[in-house]
């Protein structure tokens, strides 16, 4: 990694690491109205509809009525950096300091956690990292009787070849999603088992149902286990929104091994388009609420 995209990365992790651990994310920074709540949740709905430029202009109604709601601000940040309206982001992001400091560093962080989410290349080998890094496999979806479909399979093969290569890292598998009542956690964990790796080593996040619920879930088990750092691994097509969650999350990514699967087609950067939903999971990890 460039020396100034690694400062840069890490300022970033600390940013938002920082607001995780004391809490800050999720509470509002001040009174609202039902008026500035409904336009608040019409934007909320716009994003996940994918119609950011309606979600926007909600915002801009709201703020107009509330120019100090930090919550309205963050988003509009987060969302005009999508757009590429850089005067917007700008100045939602000077309001947003005099408003709320703390928020506006996390939200700084958040764009840059999404710089190095975009910014990384999957790659079939594996990391090589100690005890200090750990690993945490993304889920996929079950077959009817509760075994690994082929993609999950994938992700399971990737992550195998990283536990032998570092075989003093704790292993967190994370997936809820049950199919014949086992979930894709359990799943993930029989198999790797099945295939040698040491029951001990693997660490059951079992409650997530999202990929920024993965990471969220997730770090915090790394976190009770003194980890820090992390390999994320999953398919490339999914790696670079795993990676910026988990950074959202407070967990400094060192690795992001994937599966061939696919693997050239998702080489070059994504276009602005296919970033969107790296966008939408980043507001959701940073745990700006989804409505009010």
């Known amino acids: 990694m460039h020396n100034r995209r690694g400062l840069h990365v890490l300022v970033a992790f600390a940013a938002v690491a920082s607001m995780v651990f004391a809490g800050l994310l999720g509470t509002p920074a001040r009174a609202s109205t039902p008026e500035t709540d409904a336009l608040y949740n019409s934007a909320q709905r716009h994003f996940t509809e994918g119609d950011s430029e309606a979600g926007r202009a ?44 703390g928020m506006a560093a996390g939200t700084d962080g958040v764009l840059g956690a999404i710089g190095a989410g975009v910014a990384t290349l999957p790659n079939p080998l594996p990391a090589l990292v100690g005890p200090q890094t750990g690993i945490v496999v993304f889920g996929y979806g079950l077959l009817p009787d509760g075994t690994p479909r082929p993609e999950l399979v994938d992700r399971l093969q990737a992550a195998w070849l990283q536990a032998i290569a570092s075989p003093f890292s704790p292993i967190v598998v994370s997936g809820n999603n049950p199919s014949n009542g086992i979930t894709e956690a359990e799943a993930m964990r029989n198999w790797l088992v099945g295939r040698g790796i040491p029951a001990q080593r693997i660490h059951l996040e079992n409650r997530a149902g999202s990929t920024f619920q993965n990471a969220l879930y997730s770090a915090q088990i790394l976190r009770d286990l003194g980890v820090f750092s992390v390999v994320a691994v999953t398919s490339p097509n999914h790696i670079r929104r795993a990676v910026t969650d988990l950074y959202i999350a407070g967990i400094r990514v060192i690795g992001a091994t994937t599966s061939l699967d696919q693997l050239v087609s998702q080489l070059p950067p994504p276009s602005r388009p296919a970033q969107y939903n790296i966008y939408l999971d980043a507001t959701r990890t940073f745990q700006l609420p989804v409505s009010r």
């Open 58 to 101: 909600d915002l801009r109604a709201l703020l107009a009525r509330d120019p100090a709601d930090a919550e309205a601000l963050s988003l509009q940040v987060i969302w005009s950096d999508y757009a590429g309206d850089l005067p917007a982001r700008n100045d939602a992001m000077g309001r947003l300091r005099a408003v709320n400091p």
